[in-house]
Every structure is written in C-alpha cells, then in structure tokens.
C-alpha cells in the first residue's frame, strides 16, 4: 500500500520540542520533494517546509523560521520535523505529503493530495 504515515505528535508546554516523522511505505521516498503542512482548528491548510531529495535544499514558512528543522534520511524512508521554541500558535494536526518543485519552492499544496491522518500537536501549559 503506498501511502505516508504521520508521528510524533503531542501534548507540549510552550517553549517545549518535539520531532515528527513522516514514514513512507509502497514507495521511494526518496524520488521526491516533501513537504510538511498543519491545520489549526477553524484555519486554513497552510505549509511549514520542505525539502528536496537529497536533502541539501530546505524551505520554511516564516512563522517557524529558526525554530523549525526539517531533515530526511533516506536509508529510513523517513522525513522528519524538529520543532523547537514552540509556541501556543504552532498548536495544529501536522500533514507530511510528496510535492512538486514550485509547491515546495512556495509552499502552497496546488495540486490534489491524498492527506493522511496526519499527527496532532498541541501546545498548551
């Protein structure tokens, strides 16, 4: 089955970390650019990151600039996000997908993805 599975989220005090991971399975991770999106409750999808292939290439929202890190390792099959400095407003269900060049270059999902479950974080104290 091909499809993308979302972890590692949690209840978190503000100024705590996580690291999410995103695994995938029927597929090569690693023949694509992925991206990291969340949706707060009543708000929009919007996107967070995104790397490409080798990993040498990364994108950030300006919102988690500096505090955010996005890394892959490709002999896991597995993208991850290190979120750091976190903040009541990171609070969202956090969604990993493939992406194109110019929706990892912008950081807007264009075209249709199948999203998973995705993984709830939530910061709170």
């Known amino acids: 089955q091909v499809q993308v599975v979302e972890s590692g989220g949690d209840l978190v005090q503000p100024g705590g970390s996580l690291r999410l991971s995103c695994a995938a399975s029927?597929?090569?991770?690693?023949?694509?650019?992925v991206g990291w999106f969340r949706q707060a409750p009543g708000k929009e999808r919007e996107g967070v990151s995104c790397?490409?292939?080798?990993?040498?290439?990364?994108v950030y929202a300006d919102s988690v600039k500096g505090r955010f890190t996005i890394s892959r390792d490709n002999a896991k099959n597995t993208v991850y996000l290190r979120m750091n400095s976190l903040k009541a407003e990171d609070t969202a269900v956090y969604y990993c997908?493939?992406?194109?060049?110019?929706?990892?270059?912008?950081?807007?999902?264009?075209?249709?993805?199948?999203w998973g479950q995705g993984t709830q974080v939530t910061v709170s104290s």
């Open positions: 790397i490409s292939r080798s990993g040498d290439d990364t």
């Open positions: 029927g597929f090569n991770l690693d023949e694509f650019r």
């Open positions: 997908t493939t992406v194109t060049t110019s929706e990892c270059t912008s950081l807007v999902a264009t075209y249709f993805k199948a």
